[in-house]
């Protein structure tokens, strides 16, 4: 059933008063995709009763009151992703348009969703029971952040909200728990994934850099946030606060790591797969057609790409699905009035890190001084597809499924790691799994620019291309590869985008069209780095790209339509020409610009952990 948001629906259940009211910024799709949606559900599993108000109009009370008031607690969410990023480009323009609108038209999400919405519930029910923030836009803005659409560090979000908890993360267990307190009138301070506002620090937890110290200092701000990041992972992170003017910001350890019963039965519980009713009879949700029949197969993501807030939100360890699960939710989708056989994505995060893990993470934690992949893998992960090609194996003898697309992210260092089974994966894909194209995400070539990012080498790039035309010819079929690309990253100036352009057009054979401009998210290194302008492990200056004009010069460069489409026309293509980095006057350049630039592979952990001891005392800066 969908989740009610109108005084009929809760007449016809025989609700006289809900228990929890979820507030959201997207629109209601009753999906897995949706985390309001896999929210409600799993409370009205618990045996709450819940309803929903989504897109709320912030200059009456004809939206907000029309449930009435919850007996628990309101739920606030964002949506999807934070509003900011939902309402403007990288150039701070506006957006016009919202996928997760009715109609497509931008002009139901707020500003600072999260923040409006507060307000407006506080204005209308004068004394109400608690306000519980969750969602992307409360996880990535819990402890002082930087603000790209103001320039500036701003406070926790719930000081500025003024909120009650903020339940950060994948926060299916602390949502359960929370409302289990307040249902009980128990304590909450002590629930794991949770945050609140407390007059004193917490016995035993770190203490942040404050609020303060971090709106003044640069370099307080990088030391608060590389013990941030560190403590977001289960097994071993501390509490943590953080002074704000005299009160203190309280995060809990994370949660544990759900277990794969746990995970199945989020998705076991039976959505709607539309719009609700209420709100398709609004206009088209152009959204639910990405997200309708695609299929979720695990949690979390350790590429720790560092422009992404995947990893402080989802967290950096893989917790997947049984393959009976995944085929069970396939499986009915044969009863759904609009299924026709095609399966949009098969994936997560990043598709091809399902159904394996790194044996010491498992046993001891995430390493806090090495990542699992940057420019190369670590030798002690040892990737392998075998679990992603048995599932996609099961999913293709499925009578009603007539094409399974995978359309997440997929990590092609991972497949070149995978010595067994990574060509037999990328043989699944390229037979059966795309069409036409497939989607990578090098992001650049530049070598300074890729260690900045966190990415994996361009010659891991080349060599995937190389195996799949070798692929593609192979198989007689003529499929390419789109290549997602950023444009005005801290430490790309125009000349690395010019050479990226000629990379593109002499290597790649293309002219590039995915290309967007960085924007500084929340939470993440990359926006640590646009705003500290400094390289946050050696604290040496970085160049950062401001100004919005040159910023967009940097990303029109590439996606400029000239040579190959001359050539294409019979006139004579001019060869721009490509100032090759690995030359032995760039890498002595790169050297000392970079002193963590490598051009040896490490032939093992040993090496490999060599070539990240930069990391080890970061957090003493």
């Known amino acids: 059933m969908f989740l009610p948001t109108t005084p009929k629906e809760l007449k016809k259940l025989g609700w006289e008063q809900l228990d929890v009211i ?51 607690y309101w739920g606030i969410s964002g949506g999807l992703v934070d509003s900011m990023v939902a309402n403007y480009t990288a150039t701070k323009k506006f957006r016009k348009s919202d996928d997760f609108t009715p109609g497509a038209v931008n002009n139901r999400r707020p500003d600072r969703a999260v923040m409006k919405y507060c307000n ?13 923030l969750g969602g992307v836009e409360a996880s990535l803005r819990r402890v002082a952040h930087y603000d790209f659409w103001t320039n500036k560090v701003r406070r926790s979000i719930l000081f500025d909200a003024k909120a009650d908890v903020l339940v950060y993360g994948m926060s299916e267990k602390s949502v359960i728990e ?50 941030f990041y560190a403590n977001n992972e289960p097994d071993i992170s501390k509490g943590l606060c953080q002074e704000h003017s005299g009160r203190y910001l309280i995060q809990n350890p994370p949660q544990p790591s759900m ?30 057609q990405t997200i309708q029949f695609s299929v979720t197969t695990h949690h979390g993501c350790y590429g720790e790409c560092n422009f ?51 044996d010491k993470k498992l046993k001891s934690g995430v390493c806090q001084d090495i990542p699992c992949t940057s420019s190369q893998v670590c030798p002690i992960l040892r990737p392998t597809h075998e679990p992603q090609i048995e599932l996609l194996g ?70 995937f291309k190389a195996d799949f035309d070798e692929l593609n010819r192979k198989s007689g079929k003529k499929q ?35 290309v967007q401009v960085f924007i500084p998210t929340p939470s993440t290194y990359s926006a640590l780095m646009y705003y500290t302008e400094m390289d946050p492990w050696t604290r040496e200056p970085v160049f950062v790209e401001k100004d919005p004009q040159r910023k967009q010069k940097q990303k029109d460069v590439v996606t400029q339509k000239d040579n190959i489409q001359q050539k294409h026309h019979g006139k004579k293509q001019h060869k ?44 003493n800066k």
């Open 22 to 72: 979820l507030v959201s910024g997207d629109t209601y799709v009753d999906t897995p995709y949706n985390g309001i949606a896999i929210v409600g559900k799993l409370l009205v599993d618990a045996g709450y009763r819940v309803g929903v108000i989504a897109q709320p109009d912030i200059n009456s009370d004809k939206d907000i009151t029309r449930l009435g008031e919850p007996l628990l």
């Open 394 to 463: 099961k999913i293709r003898e499925l009578p009603h499924v007539k094409k399974a697309f995978v359309n997440s992210g997929i990590r092609y260092d991972l497949i070149q790691e995978d010595k067994t089974h990574g060509k037999k994966y990328l043989k699944t894909l390229v037979d059966h799994h795309i069409s036409g194209q497939m989607k990578v995400a090098p992001e650049h070539i530049d070598d300074k620019v890729l260690k900045l990012m966190n990415k994996p080498e361009k010659n891991t790039l080349m060599k």
């Open 480 to 514: 390419f590869l789109t290549y997602y690309l950023i444009a005005a990253h801290p430490g790309s100036q125009l000349e690395d985008m010019q050479n990226l352009k000629a990379f593109a057009n002499q290597e790649l054979k293309l002219n590039p069209e995915q």
């Open 178 to 227: 929370l409302t289990n307190a307040y249902r009980d009138k128990q304590p909450f301070e002590d629930i794991l994934g949770i945050c609140y506002i407390a007059k004193e620090p917490k016995e035993g937890y770190f203490e942040l850099p404050s609020y303060e110290a971090c709106a003044k200092d640069k370099h307080a701000f990088i030391s608060m946030f590389h013990h």
């Open 308 to 358: 992404c807030a995947i990893t402080v939100h989802q967290g950096r360890t893989i917790r997947s699905r049984s393959q009976e699960s995944i085929v069970n939710e396939i499986d009915e989708f044969k009863a759904h009035k609009d299924f026709k056989g095609i399966i949009n994505d098969v994936g997560g995060a990043t598709a091809n890190m399902y159904g394996f893990e790194c």
């Open 259 to 288: 277990t794969q019963e746990e995970i199945d039965h989020v998705y076991d519980i039976g959505y709607e797969r539309d719009v609700h009713p209420y709100y398709k009879a609004q206009g088209e949700v152009r959204g639910l």
């Open 120 to 132: 407006l519930i506080r204005q209308h029910f004068k004394n109400t029971v608690p306000l519980v």
């Open 576 to 619: 721009p020409s490509f100032k090759k980095r690995d030359s032995h006057k760039n890498k002595k350049k790169l050297k000392e610009e970079n002193p963590h630039f490598t051009e040896t592979k490490p032939a093992n952990y040993k090496a490999y952990k060599a070539l990240h001891s930069f990391r080890k005392s970061y957090v």
